[in-house]
């Protein structure tokens, strides 16, 4: 069979969107379907992100037009799947292209059939709560820019295909069924949200001051239905009191909802209380829940920040019901408290913290691809590798495996991503077409003959700006040798037109006034670059958004202001020049530190697909933390998985393994480290080179000095009992066993939540159980954190008579000790004070990073650590396996407390990351980065600590001393280096001083 | 503390110290020359000097005219102290307070490494104000200059004249907090004699309160007359240590940002950009003020800037080597009161 | 009044300033696409200048606007946290915090200068904060200052 060097990505939300990315980045041609009419799924949809407060379509947008511009990814929306067939390796899969009604070809996006599109529809998009034409792109900056009809609401009065000057209208164009041929896919169709049915407790869909979470997220964001104001539906009025209901269609075991923890919204729920507070400062949120799962990283700060500098109330109960007060619409509830008070209060709007469910077409998605779904309709994936589904060649990323949250799905799009490119290693670039260009015309030293392209983009611009006058105008400013309009100046015959008009004119600038530089300026420098012209000789005016729309009952001013723009842009033209990229070539060999599972998968991963992999373990022997771990929660054998590892890491002749090592030096950049290990009983040293680093050096069991843990031996960490029920069994004398969670997390010094102690916990206690029915357990809690799927195991817990009672984080538990009687004083939530005799208390020990060693190894690569001493990756949200420091990636415990199986997903992650290089012979640079001009650079050093990708560091030049250099291959071209450089030594190509001085002196 | 009974004993007391100090360090052999200040040619001038001899060290002097920053002997525009056989020579600069600032603030900036340098800290006292006392005697010549008891006499050809020290001290000794070289624990051998630690300084810099509540039209007068004289012959820059650039800003072509003409927005403009390449830089010395032939007193541009750093990112300049200075650093919750916001 | 006064006052009236925008790509350029997008309507005084990031805005591009008559200046960041380049908003946020106290000490008046921040999703917020900035520059009055005797 012949494997095909392509991918199928069903699904671009975020996480299809990253997959397609890393595989396009690779060298893969990816087939990115679609089902709705733009990319970019939940995640475009919401306000911002937590815990970091990210504004969400800031950080996905960029993401989202790349995806979409990419030159190997194929980007097909509207589509539905109809039949799949082939395996591992080959696969063909019918796939149905429904009619948008418009030519994508030739739609520009201009919008104009929307406005004028008599019909009031519903947009999906803002929830339902803004309403929009028939005819619609589904939000303002999508993915692609491209309209659709609607023909559920179309009325085919024609008024669109008459308005449209792209005359991109096609009521009749026909649906189109395609065969595409791919070696792998890769499923990420997302989640639906839980709805509440008709009748509910909640009232939702008859109260009218009762919304979902996803509909209070479009109400906060600033391109939502009130534009950012916190409004309720009933009146318009600011909600004063907001109430947000957790767990709704959750850890339901009533049958109505699910009965698995959604994962993530406790902590979207305290964002949405966090931001509706920050944008109106009236509204006093109040969350009611059951646990509150803060259990990411640095998700515990923002809880308590939440409540601290926020003033969220958390109330720790479960709503039985919400009655309306007809007359002002507010809603009362009733609850009962932890004192078992029934409390009754009323609020001005409630908030339901709906939960995530499998994607309403899932079974259908299931039976297409033949893959199998668990029992709650997600996809089934295999124990140890949360990306594999149940049929080989076909993985699921995201929430259609398992409710998750952004970072989480980043990393396992680029897990499935990871796990293509072993399958498909070899196929690189074989189905990828290469551009032809003609060479690049010299233009160098000769005066500028400036071109100028004025558009009238149907009527968007030319209905407001005189275009005419414009374009006598700008033929009058220096250099100019030609100036020109155009109906729709990104329409292809255009392009054809300036390439003509190049030659013509022998033009070596060109300047195009239309729209956005953002989504068009790669379109024509590309149509230029065609032409022989360096990409960069080219300068955009922005006279649509910044005129024609903005201004458009002030003509003469908009006019006035078009000319200005494109004046500005002749003076930047002008002092424009080509700009060529530099190559770097790539070693492709890869350095793994850290020899826990993280390290072998991501060494094994690297290994298959052939490149060379040096190991570096700082302990004698490979296994890490998990040689203390016998099964998961789910019932994995971790050590025979662990020892599989490590015969197949032994055996692998790509993989060099160093025991006992340390690291002496790290020196170079992405593409060409160099380093020194010692390594071995007689610390031998060795060098290698290397193109990317992959940080696994894992962490720490912390060790208690509470609770007399090593002052009595019948005081043991998790651990500990972990290994005595798994090996001898020895607790027949130990009828009652007390458990301690949180055990040096949550607190002071460790600020965050270890993740796995309750699952931990969990699993022994039904190892215990399960040996001896007759064994009292008690598991004192602050929260039971058991999120997603192992919920269930919490359910079986407490069905097995494991008995869990919850103490407040002030009031710890006391243990003392008489005797050999070990006692457990604890202030229990509604039980109040107790004092347990018990015959053995296990501590749930949280993870520690090894600061010193972190903090060594981060100078070494130069990449941060956060507070908390774990590895700060570049992005919280959208690059959670990558470093800033670009070659250089993370993953495992290193990163932050968290399981195997995701530990494994990030190994994977950071491979395809990592592939993304060594997949290429060399790497391009970006074009405009800053550059140091040496001999005005008097190496004060302030560049270096302003640049955030450590691209600049000082060298000695022989001729001017002590001098900054920059790495061309890291910098970025944020110029923040050039802002405060007081010698104005450092200049940022295509945004340099002399062309910004141009265009702040070209008004006059 | 010792009481000292007059300005003139004080002096003669530092100036002691400080010679036994450096008389010390030559003949150990602990530092290859000295820079210190010598008497001057003109009565109310001291000059840099350069020993490298025993026998020299008498020349050392000090007094309330001893203006320069000796810091600036040392960065790069001035020939770095290389001997063909030695190589780098270890220097010992006489230090108050300021000198010594301005050496630990150029380590941070990569200017000097603190391994070749000892710092000979002395109590500073504070340097009269030259221009106010010039501006006061008028045209007459002054021949002398000294000290008596809290008063600096003045005299010349018929003429003598007393003026108290604590008000004709110069505006920033006046303020200053930090009279000693500050001591840094890392490097414990780069300091004798008189150096102290400073946890961190307190100052309300209320005497620039007054001028910061004046309207626009105000300050914007009191600008225009203040700098109305200048020259722009760049005294200030040549005499600060921190002005190091191989080619300042107002040298710079390509593109000209700024006139380099003695037309007011030039001048302005000069002053409000150094004033900006000074911030979290300035060590308060002074010393762009006393070399001004012009008198024109920067000092409450510094004073201004010292300001700014303290209250917004608690920072004081040349304290601490590796402490990051506030352009070179940033935190999340820096302040941004500033900003434009929605009503 | 006076025929000439009721010229001046309506001259004065007339007077619209030119503004002279500064916005890194990212987050504010998006914003103001939004705006664009949008259809919401904000006074036409200002000329957009792109920069990749507010870390690139260099105290010299601001002043140099002010000598060379622009009434006022915007400059425009990724909210911090937001910047795509990590932190360069937040190096360009002290940047301007001293420049800003400067130009005040030295009688610029404190509306001339505007540092704000708009996110891609705030085109309405980049509208309203323009709106303001206008106003605030409309009321100062030209920006003569830096003027020039001859």
Known sequence: MEKVGAVMIVGAGIGGSQAALDLGDSGLKVFLIESSTSIG???AQLDKTFPTNDCAMCIVSPKLVETGRHQNIDLNINCEILKVSGQAGNFTVKVKK?????????????GVCGRNCPVEAIDLFNEGLAKYAATSVKYPQAVPLVYAI??????????????????????????????????????????????????????????????????????LSASGPYAGRVLRPSDGDIPQKVAFLQCVGSRDYTGEGQPYCSSVCCMYTAKEAVIAHEHQHEVKPTIFSMDIRAYGKDFDKYIIRAQEEYGVRYIRSRISSIDEDHKTKDLILRYENEDEEVIEEVYNMVVLGVGLNPPRDAQHLADKFGIKLNPYGFAETDIFNPVQTTKPGIFACGAFSQPKDIPETVTQASAAAGCVDQILFSERGKLITEKTLPPEIFVAGQ???????????????????????????????????????????????????????????????????????????????????????????????????????????????ATEKAKDLVRMAVNKARRIAPIDRIKLGVTKKAMVIGGGITGMVAALNFASQEIETHLVQNESKLGGFANHIYHTLEGGDVQAYLSNLIEKINSNKFIHVYLDAEIETINGYIGNFKTTVLHGPNKDRVEFEHGVVVVATGAKEYKPKEYLYGQNKNVILQSEFEKILNTNGAIKDKNTIVMIQCVGSRNDDHPYCSKMCCAEAIKNALLVKKLHPEKEIIILFRDIRTYGFKETYYRKAREAGVIFLRFDENYPPEVTVNGSSLKVDVKAKKVGNLLIPTDLLVLSAGIVAPHEENEELGKMLKVPLNDDNFFLEAHVKLRPVDFATEGVFVAGLAHCPKTIEDSISQANAAVSRACTILSKDEIEAEGKIASVDPSRCSGCGMCIDNCAYNAIELIEDRRFGTVAVINQALCKGCGACSGNCRCAAIDVAGFTSEQIYAMITGRL | MVMIVGLEEENKEIESNMRELARGLLKEKKVDVIIGYKKGTLPMMSQPIIIDKEEDVDKLLWNNTCYVNLAKYLVPRVAKFVDPEKGNLKVGVVAKGC????????????????????????????????????????????????????????????????????????????????????????????????????????????????????????????????????????????????????????????????????????????????????????????????????????????????????????????????????????????????????? | MTEQAIEKQTESEKWEPKIIAFLCNWCSYAGADLAGVSRIQYPPNIRIVRVPCSGRINAYFIIKSLTDGWDGVVVSGCHPGDCHYISGNLVARRRFAILKELLEFFGIEPGRVNFMWASAAEGERFAVLIRKATEIVKKLGPNKKFEKKW
């Open chain 1, 41 to 43: 799924g939940v995640m």
């Open chain 1, 98 to 110: 429904n009619s948008l009604y418009i030519n994508p070809d030739k739609c520009t996006g201009c």
């Open chain 1, 150 to 219: 609607n023909k559920d609401y179309c009325i085919g009065c024609g008024v669109c295909a008459g308005v449209c000057k792209a005359k991109a209208v096609e009521y009749d164009r026909k649906d189109e069924i395609i065969d595409i041929n791919v070696g792998a896919i890769i499923l990420a169709p997302g989640f639906d949200e839980y709805l509440p049915p008709e009748v509910n407790k909640y009232g939702f869909g008859k109260f009218k001051n009762v919304v979902t979470s996803i509909e209070f997220e479009r109400i």
């Open chain 1, 447 to 557: 005066p500028p003959r400036i071109g100028v392209f004025i558009c009238h983009c149907g009527i968007n611009i030319g209905g407001y700006v005189d275009v005419p006058e414009v374009t006598r105008y700008a033929a009058t400013l220096p250099n100019v040798v030609m100036s020109d309009r155009n109906l729709y100046t990104c329409s292809a015959d255009t392009q054809g037109i300036i390439k003509e008009k190049i030659e013509e004119y022998h033009l070596n600038r060109v300047i195009v006034a239309s729209c956005t530089p953002r989504t068009h300026e790669p379109l024509f420098q590309e149509t230029i670059r065609e032409a022989g012209l360096n990409r960069y000789l080219f300068q955009m005016a922005n006279i649509r958004d910044q005129c024609s729309w903005v201004h458009m009952n002030q003509p003469e001013k």
């Open chain 2, 99 to 343: 000198v010594g600032r301005a050496l630990i603030h150029l380590a941070s900036e990569n200017r000097i490494n603190l391994d070749e340098i000892t710092i000979i800290g002395i109590p500073c006292n504070g340097v009269i104000n030259r221009q106010r006392i010039e501006m006061e005697i008028g045209e007459k010549e002054i021949l002398e200059v000294t000290a008596s008891g809290n008063n600096i006499v003045v005299k010349g050809k018929n003429f003598e004249k007393e003026f108290p020290f604590d008000e004709y001290m110069n505006e920033l000794c006046k303020q200053c907090k930090i009279r000693s070289p500050p001591l840094v624990s890392k490097f414990p051998d780069l300091h004798v004699g008189a150096c102290e630690e400073y946890a961190s300084i307190v100052d309300e810099f209320d005497d620039i309160a007054e001028f910061e509540a004046k309207s626009p039209e105000e300050k914007w007068a009191y600008i225009q007359d203040a700098l109305s004289v200048c020259t722009r012959c760049y005294a200030c820059r040549e005499a600060c240590p921190m002005c190091y650039c191989n080619l300042c800003f107002v040298d710079q072509n390509k593109p000209i940002w700024f006139g380099k003409t003695t037309d007011m927005p030039d001048i302005i403009v000069y002053h409000l950009i150094r004033a900006m390449h000074m911030a979290g830089r300035c060590v308060a010395c002074g010393a762009c003020s006393l070399v001004c032939p012009m008198g024109i007193d920067l000092n409450f541009i510094n004073r201004k800037l010292e300001k700014i750093v303290k209250q917004r990112f608690d920072f004081t300049s040349g304290l601490d080597p590796d402490t990051l200075p506030p352009m070179t650093d940033f935190k999340m919750e820096d302040a941004e009161e500033f900003m434009l916001e929605e009503d």
